[in-house]
């Protein structure tokens, strides 16, 4: 009942602060979801069963797949970052078009989690820890750029649409120019209820950050992440609802984000 009255509360656009949903942000995922039911970036008893867990891998490189032959991008010998990589799903799918993998995350069991399921790909694998309240950490940790950055199943948990488009620019800052970023949203639609929520961290973790599609777009031109095609799924297995998917690129001798 608390939960719902929470999300109620949140929907009729109540507002807390950055700082406080930040600080909600890393106490849900280093402590509380620890122990929450199907933890879907799981692999095992604790989250999702195996056959789930590797078609969410593989249905994500297929889309990645689509979008590098209709762009002519390279699909071989990629340095690949994924912000958000939980327990190692989407690389380890991601692993055969790699020669090196990175994973950040502001929680280090799913870094653990990840240690262990890349160990078999034969690919090195890097694993960053940050804080939510620092991520621009991990743009420091880095000395190589990276071809692709993935941020899937993650942006609708940041804590705000501002948080979301930080992450944007560090998306840029680590990216080679001619670089892929390969981000998923959640989309807004005229319903209301599909808003971004603004307080409760806990009670809405999945629903903190939700842009309209085209004013998506539009913000990642300004960040100099140029959109060039975009797949929407209004409905999909485990994730739920409401989820677009964008390839971006950097261009070679682009202006840089505009702020
Ligand atoms: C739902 S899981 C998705 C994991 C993976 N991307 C996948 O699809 O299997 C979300 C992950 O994002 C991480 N996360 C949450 N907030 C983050 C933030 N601000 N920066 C980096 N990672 C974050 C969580 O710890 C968790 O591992």
Known sequence: MARTAMQLIARVGLRQSEEQLQHDAQAYWTRDALHAPNMFHWRGPEGIPDDAYDRMGARNVERFRRFAAALDFPTTDLRILEWGCGGGALLRAFAPHANQLVGVD?????????????????????????????????????????????????????????????????????????????????????????????????????????????????????????????????????????YAYYALLKPEGGTGPQD
């Open 106 to 242: 502001i929680s280090p069991e799913s870094l653990d989690r990840s240690v262990t399921e890349l160990a078999g790909t034969g690919v090195p694998f890097e694993p960053i820890l940050v804080t939510v309240e620092d991520p621009e950490a991990a743009r420091d940790r880095l000395d190589t750029p990276v071809d692709l950055f993935v941020c899937i199943n993650v942006m609708e948990l940041l804590p705000s649409n501002a948080y979301g488009l930080r992450m944007l620019r560090l998306a840029h800052d680590v990216l080679r120019p001619g670089g892929m970023a390969f981000v998923q949203i959640r989309y807004t639609t005229d319903d209301t209820a599909s808003r971004p929520k603004r307080a409760f961290y806990r009670a809405n973790t999945a629903f903190m950050a939700a842009y309209p599609l085209d004013e998506f777009w539009e913000t990642c031109q300004r960040l100099d992440l140029i959109p060039q095609l975009l797949t929407i799924e209004p409905r999909e297995e485990i994730i739920g609802d409401r």
